[in-house]
């Protein structure tokens, strides 16, 4: 349940673009036609998938505060060990980015000897998506949002770079339809996508209560009339013991 | 008269308005958005960059004859890094409730394409004091759009301007709030940012003809 919930928050609430602008440079840069579009997208969701996972194991056993504890054996009595204390959280930003860049490079190698093709229209995209802010974003927040398991990190690059790749094939598509539209010319090009890009936000922002705590709100209901049949057949039985005291006392 | 050349000069004053980072070069648009909901933070941002952009230049100038070029995009990234590093300890040192506010987006600077793209397009190429302007005059640019962006998400959005009532208070019902306005609550959201920096294009480009786009 909690990796559904993660995935479907990733994609529409939390969208990278809609919600936090991550990668908008690359976003405006490419999206004037749709196929570059999700040759793009596609590969930001994979990279997303590599890095998010690699940088959580980097974060829970090298960088977070008493991470590593596990050196000297003493895990399970973090308090014992020589490496209590330690906190190397402030290497994060040099680290995440090493690993983003080696990963990027080797996802650059792979693709050129698996497909050229797509190598060939990625172009110079590959290697500019190892300083794409959604990359980067992305291990960030896994780390400021405290992801709790390997799993959950992995859906969380997943559905990030499906989210990104949602937008960018969205505002490709509509530049591609508005070339034929009247638009001023001030406004020709980057002006106007700007302005439609704000307006897909608004809209997204529409899914904010898509996760509201409905399943809560319905467990909560059966609680209250859980108890409240408790309180009944309570009184029930009380008055029934008053019906047959007064009898007693009656008789 | 002045301290610079006019080449220099001109180095500062070209990315305010015709080079402008964020709305003609279209970088560094990731971490400039988000945050702009306060002009406080705004401004701390901008100030971020420029340290950043500017310290960064000159390291990078003054190691270009060294640096190997297939190793170039690393030893950038290295250098930017270790920078944010200092400037996110900082923040958390001297502004800490700013650092909350701004969270990940300090971070962020690292792969802000301003920086990366001003190394590549610049310092790799010339001397550390050229260099230095060069990133002081693209961060001006960019603290720009952020400063104008802030400025008019705060005042319409919550009727403040760094933090201080200018229109009145809106409890009281004092100032302009007495004539029946209110704070219209769509400018704290962050798609106003995306609209309000397409409107300052749409400025810009109307004074300046020869910036428009082609068909």
């Known amino acids: 349940m909690e990796h559904l919930e993660l995935f479907f928050k990733s994609i529409f609430i939390d969208n990278m673009v809609f919600a936090t602008f991550l990668g908008m440079c690359s976003y405006l840069a490419v999206s004037k036609k749709v196929s570059t579009a999700v040759g793009l997208g596609?590969?930001?969701?994979?990279?997303?998938?590599?890095?998010?996972?690699?940088?959580?194991?980097l974060d829970q056993?090298?960088?977070?505060?008493?991470?590593?504890?596990?050196?000297?054996?003493?895990?399970?009595?973090?308090?014992?060990?020589?490496?209590?204390?330690?906190?190397?959280?402030?290497l994060s930003f040099i680290l995440f980015i090493a690993t983003i860049a080696t990963m990027v490079q080797l996802v650059e190698i792979i693709v050129e000897k698996f497909s050229p093709s797509l190598y060939n229209s990625l172009g110079i995209f590959l290697p500019l998506i190892a300083v794409n802010c959604a990359?980067?974003?992305?291990?960030?927040?896994?780390?400021?949002?405290?992801?709790?398991?390997?799993?959950?990190?992995?859906?969380?690059?997943?559905?990030?770079g499906i989210g990104w790749f949602l937008a960018i094939v969205a505002i490709a598509a509509i530049r591609e339809k508005i070339r034929y539209s009247n638009v001023p010319a001030p406004l020709r090009g980057l002006g106007i996508t700007f302005i439609i890009t704000g307006l897909m936000a608004i809209g997204f922002m529409s899914f904010g209560g898509m996760l509201t705590t409905d399943g809560k709100k319905e467990e909560s209901n059966t609680e209250t009339t859980e108890a409240k049949i408790e309180v009944l057949k309570q009184e029930q039985s009380e008055s029934t013991q008053i019906v047959e005291v007064s009898k007693i006392t009656k008789q | 008269m002045g301290l610079l050349s006019k080449k220099d000069a001109k180095l500062i004053m070209d990315p305010l308005l015709d080079d402008n980072p964020i709305t003609i070069q279209v970088l560094?648009?990731?971490?400039?958005l988000a945050i702009t909901a306060e002009l406080k933070a705004s401004i701390?941002?901008?100030?971020?960059?420029?340290?950043?952009?500017?310290?960064?230049?000159?390291?990078?100038?003054?190691?270009?004859n060294v640096i190997p070029s297939k190793i170039r995009i690393i030893v950038q990234l290295v250098v930017v890094a270790a920078l944010v590093i200092i400037v996110d300890l900082v923040l958390k040192a001297f502004a800490y409730e700013l650092s909350k506010t701004l969270s990940v987006f300090?971070?962020?600077?690292?792969?802000?394409?301003?920086?990366?793209?001003?190394?590549?397009?610049?310092?790799?190429?010339?001397?550390?004091?050229?260099?230095?302007?060069?990133?002081?005059?693209n961060s001006l640019g960019y603290g720009l759009i952020l400063i104008i962006v802030g400025f008019f998400r705060e005042l319409l959005?919550?009727?403040t301007l760094l933090g201080f009532k200018v229109l009145g208070d809106p409890i009281e019902k004092?100032?302009?709030?007495?004539f029946g306005y209110e704070n219209n609550g769509f400018m704290l959201l962050s798609p106003m940012a995306l609209i309000i920096v397409g409107l300052i294009i749409w400025v810009q480009r109307s004074r300046n003809t020869a910036l428009i786009e082609d068909e």
């Not at chain 1, 980067?136 to 780390?143: C, V």
């Not at chain 2, 690292?110 to 793209?117: D, S």
């Not at chain 2, 610049?122 to 260099?131: C, D, I, K, V, Y």
């Open chain 2, 106 to 137: 300090v971070g962020l600077i690292i792969t802000n394409c301003i920086i990366m793209g001003r190394f590549e397009a610049f310092a790799l190429a010339n001397g550390p004091w050229r260099s230095f302007l060069d990133g002081i005059g």
């Open chain 1, 61 to 90: 056993y090298i960088l977070k505060p008493d991470a590593l504890v596990w050196l000297d054996g003493n895990s399970a009595t973090p308090k014992l060990s020589a490496y209590y204390g330690y906190d190397l959280s402030f």
């Open chain 1, 42 to 57: 596609a590969a930001v969701i994979f990279v997303l998938a590599v890095t998010v996972p690699l940088n959580w194991l």
């Open chain 2, 157 to 159: 959005g919550s009727g």
């Open chain 2, 44 to 64: 701390v941002m901008a100030v971020s960059v420029m340290f950043v952009l500017g310290m960064g230049n000159v390291v990078i100038s003054l190691m270009r």
């Open chain 1, 135 to 160: 990359i980067l974003g992305g291990s960030l927040f896994m780390q400021s949002r405290e992801i709790q398991s390997i799993g959950l990190a992995l859906n969380y690059g997943i559905s990030s």
């Open chain 2, 28 to 32: 560094g648009i990731c971490s400039a």
């Open chain 2, 174 to 178: 004092t100032g302009v709030y007495a």
